[in-house]
């Protein structure tokens, strides 16, 4: 609507410009004619102007001929008279005429030419006064879709929290009616105790009578007062402390006797006093230590390819956080993970890490822990006095320096054994050259135990036998487990040697889940027993705590128990050293004071 008002003013302005211009050329055409002014016709006529050039008055978009001389050049006198004022009057009159008619067919073309402009402007408007309806009603329609679609989500949201609001008084309904039925229960157990506490009063009541005419009675029969009856029974436990006494007076003896035993003791008291080893426990992990922090990245390589190449390479397992200079190396197989840590530090020294070059250094490493092994075996053998053995044995040794069984590396534990397996030779008189190539060789199947199936004491056996070595000692390294029944005396030591080096004190470690599962067996075993309160492990499994009832059990029942307990140990359990069984028979009598 704006634009059209503005259109309609911009023709009225068109309009009255028109009108205005056309009154001014009206108006100067009537102060040039002759008719309307004497005094200028009088010049015209009696003046002749030289060289004067009279032009035509001209209105715009209208040209009058014959009002005036246009270019016309008078040079001398002008005749009077030549013009009549008849004549010009007429044909000003004429002029005027058509001026106004010219005048009148302007102003209607220009009042055409407003009109349509005028309708055009007005389509135009009402286009876009069309548009902006359409675009009023659509932004209309869709602030009203988008209030019904809030308000269906504020209907959905609102049966959603009834709906959640009926699930909790459900929820809270039932929890009441579980509180009272509940409730019912306690009081009907109330109920039930009540009447079985009394019923057990009666019955309590009942047996102190019972006892009472039983003590009656047995006095009636027996003829004896229960003094006499305390008197007799004391005399009764005095005999048999008596017999027990004598029977431990006899195994006293008996043991004395046996001469055999003490010194078979003294014998691996001195092997194991004289054998020097280290203490210190194997690991699966080690430890590679780096000139800088900066080459744990060239180690990573771009985007992992070269810790990728290592780890398919040579199968360890590469750690790297954030311990200053150092990566971890991981693998369960020792001469694997050693051959890693060989080929991660030649790497390292060298600089120039990729996937080629780690492969041929692995190479490289694998043949040079290969020449390791055979030397570690040739200075097992010289360690140990041993010559001549198969070159594939020795091999087979040096490979088990890179072998633990329960921490203790175990061609370490072989030399060690062949040296306690010496010496008790030595005492017995035995060839301690046999007993240490029996020892030294016992477990050679560890070795092969990941390739062959079976247990590495046949294994060992097998190959031992494969390569040449005696019977004794090849019977000796597949008896050491008790697989195959011992026959011979080198056997028998072979085994005493592999326990000893194995059971003493900072050898091997215990792992943490048979530790736990030996304490709670034998916790289990003690708690089994009739009128057993309480039982408690104590000091690593060496000592059991046993709290009996002292109403259910006496004080014989309490040694019967502590014989039972430590037998049932012996016969199922494995354990180092030995444990001692305390049963605890505890009588309290508490009196207030009021």
Do not use: W
């Not at 309307?36 to 001929?65: L, Y």
């Not at 929820?171 to 157990?189: F, H, K, T, W, Y």
Request: with cysteine; charged share 30%; proline share 3%.
């Amino acid at each position: 609507m704006a634009a059209v008002v503005a259109a309609l003013i911009v023709v009225g302005l068109l309009v009255v410009v028109l009108a205005v211009v056309l009154l001014r050329a009206l108006g100067r055409l009537s102060a040039a004619s002759p008719a309307t002014n004497p005094a200028a016709g009088a010049a015209t006529a009696g003046t002749t102007t030289a060289g004067t050039t009279t032009a035509g008055t001209t209105t715009p978009g209208i040209t009058t001929s014959g009002a005036t001389t246009s270019g016309t050049t008078t040079s001398g006198t002008t005749t009077p008279g030549a013009t009549t004022p008849g004549t010009t009057a007429s044909a000003d009159t004429e002029g005027l005429a058509e001026l106004r008619r010219q005048a009148e067919r302007a102003a209607a073309e220009v009042r055409h030419h407003a009109e349509v402009a005028a309708a055009e402007i007005r389509r135009e408007a009402e286009k876009e006064a069309g548009a902006a309806a359409v675009a009023a009603r659509t932004a209309a329609e869709a602030e009203v879709g988008g209030l019904k679609a809030e308000a269906r989500a504020l209907k959905e949201e609102m049966q959603e929290l009834k709906a959640d609001l009926e699930r909790r008084e459900q929820r809270l309904v039932e929890r009441e009616e579980r509180i009272d039925a509940e409730q019912r229960r306690v009081e009907a157990r109330d109920r039930d105790l009540a009447e079985h506490e009394q019923a057990l009063e009666r019955r309590i009541a009942a047996l102190e009578e019972a006892e009472a005419e039983r003590a009656r009675e047995l006095e009636r029969v027996a003829g004896l007062t229960a003094q006499d009856a305390k008197a007799e029974l004391v005399k009764t436990i005095e005999t048999q402390a008596k017999r027990e006494a004598a029977l431990i007076v006899r195994d006293i003896e008996h043991e004395a006797k046996e001469e055999g035993e003490t010194r078979a003791r003294k014998i691996v008291t001195l092997a194991i006093q004289r054998v020097a080893s280290e203490q210190t426990a194997e690991s699966v992990v080690s430890v590679l230590h780096l000139p800088s922090d900066d080459m744990k990245g060239r180690i990573i390589g771009r985007e992992g390819r070269n810790i990728r190449a290592f780890e398919s390479t040579t199968g360890v397992n590469l750690i790297i956080d954030d311990t200053p200079e150092a990566v971890l190396l991981s693998c369960f197989d020792p001469v694997r993970r050693e051959v890693g840590r060989l080929t991660l530090e030649k790497l390292v020294l060298d600089g120039r890490i990729h996937p080629h070059r780690i492969e041929e250094i692995y190479e490289r490493s694998k043949q040079e822990v290969a020449q390791l092994c055979v030397r570690a075996g040739e200075d097992a053998l010289v360690e140990v006095g041993l010559t001549d053995m198969h070159p594939e044995l020795i091999t087979l040794l040096g490979q088990l320096r890179y072998r633990t069984s329960y921490g203790q590396n175990v061609l370490k534990h072989l030399i060690e054994s062949a040296h306690i397996a010496g010496m008790m030779a030595s005492e017995l008189r035995l060839d301690p050259v046999l007993m240490k190539r029996c020892t030294v060789l016992h477990d050679v199947g560890k070795a092969l135990t990941h390739e062959v199936e079976g247990s590495h004491a046949i294994i060992g056996a097998e190959i031992a036998r494969k390569y040449g070595e005696h019977e004794d000692v090849v019977h000796a390294i597949e008896a050491h487990h008790n697989e195959v029944e011992v026959r011979t005396v080198e056997a028998v030591l072979t085994q005493a040697a592999d326990g000893i080096s194995g059971g003493r004190p900072g050898a091997r470690r215990e792992s943490l889940e048979h530790y736990v599962k030996r304490l709670e067996r034998i916790e289990q075993i003690a708690s089994e027993k009739p009128g057993v309160e309480k039982v408690f492990a104590m000091q690593a499994g060496r000592e059991i705590r046993v709290m009996v009832k002292p109403d259910d059990v006496d004080d014989i029942g309490a040694q019967v128990i502590a014989r039972d307990v430590a037998k049932q140990i012996e016969e199922e359990l494995t354990y180092p050293g030995q444990i001692r069984i305390t049963v605890v028979r505890e009588s309290r009598a508490t009196e207030y004071a009021k």
